[in-house]
């Protein structure tokens, strides 16, 4: 199975943009890449998601590599309600395929 | 957007008694509903796809009798864990997928067993 890599967590101040890396480089091409977020006992929240191009919407934008091994999640600009695990996902047809997420702490 | 509810958020059982968990989704139709585990510190781990009006397919490792899955109507599904044991405590997410093909995640339940 496809699988993602992410770094385990990352620090950023508040009211600053923060770009969230996630490395898929056994993508295959039709496997869509996926952000979800979850605060803590909560239910993943969705937050974007793309094939090839980037793609922007209120909450973030994602930037995916030109040969799909790579996306960036950019948080443009990070407030404390943003401080969640960050998991991106790429969907195989039916499934999400969940790596272990981003723990993004969010400094005042 | 889509919202999906579970039921309840929390639950204390003793050990060797059957919880059901009820996942809902409010304002759209789910042909698909999948339900997933997660443990402290760790990432979701899907336990089975439920399709409406038929079984549901379990992930290897998961015990189709021990988490016994119905899918009876497009916006409702329920898992019951039957005979639970304090290691089946965890927190369990059901998600409903919609036409569109995203899936929208309910908020979580929350199964202590002691």
């Known amino acids: 199975d496809a699988k993602t890599t992410q770094p385990n967590s990352m620090e950023s101040n508040e009211e600053e943009p923060v770009h969230l890396p996630c490395n898929h480089s056994?993508?295959?091409?039709?496997?869509?890449i996926h952000w979800y977020r979850q605060l803590p006992s909560q239910g993943p929240e969705y937050v974007i998601h793309?094939?090839?191009?980037?793609v922007n919407n209120r909450m973030a934008s994602l930037a995916i590599a030109e040969d799909r091994k790579s996306s960036t999640l950019i948080l443009h600009r990070a407030t404390l309600r943003d401080a969640a695990v960050y998991y991106c996902i790429l969907r195989m047809r039916d499934q999400l395929i969940w790596g272990a997420g981003t723990k993004l702490i969010i400094k005042p | 957007g889509a919202v999906v509810s579970q039921h309840p958020s929390r639950v204390i059982c003793k050990s060797g008694t059957s919880v059901k968990i009820e996942c809902r989704s409010l304002d759209f139709q789910a042909t698909t509903m999948f339900w997933y585990r997660q443990f402290p510190k760790q990432s979701l781990m899907l336990m089975a796809t439920s399709n409406e009006g038929s079984k549901a397919t379990y992930e290897q490792g998961v015990e189709k009798d021990k988490f016994l899955i119905n899918h009876a109507s497009l916006t409702l599904s329920t898992l019951t864990v039957t005979s639970a044991h304090p290691e089946d405590s965890s927190f369990y997410i059901c998600?409903?997928?919609?036409?569109?093909?995203?899936?929208?995640f309910g908020p979580g339940t929350r199964l202590t067993v002691t």
């Open positions: 793309g094939l090839t191009s980037n």
């Open positions: 056994t993508i295959s091409g039709t496997d869509y």
């Open positions: 998600s409903a997928r919609d036409q569109g093909n995203e899936q929208y």
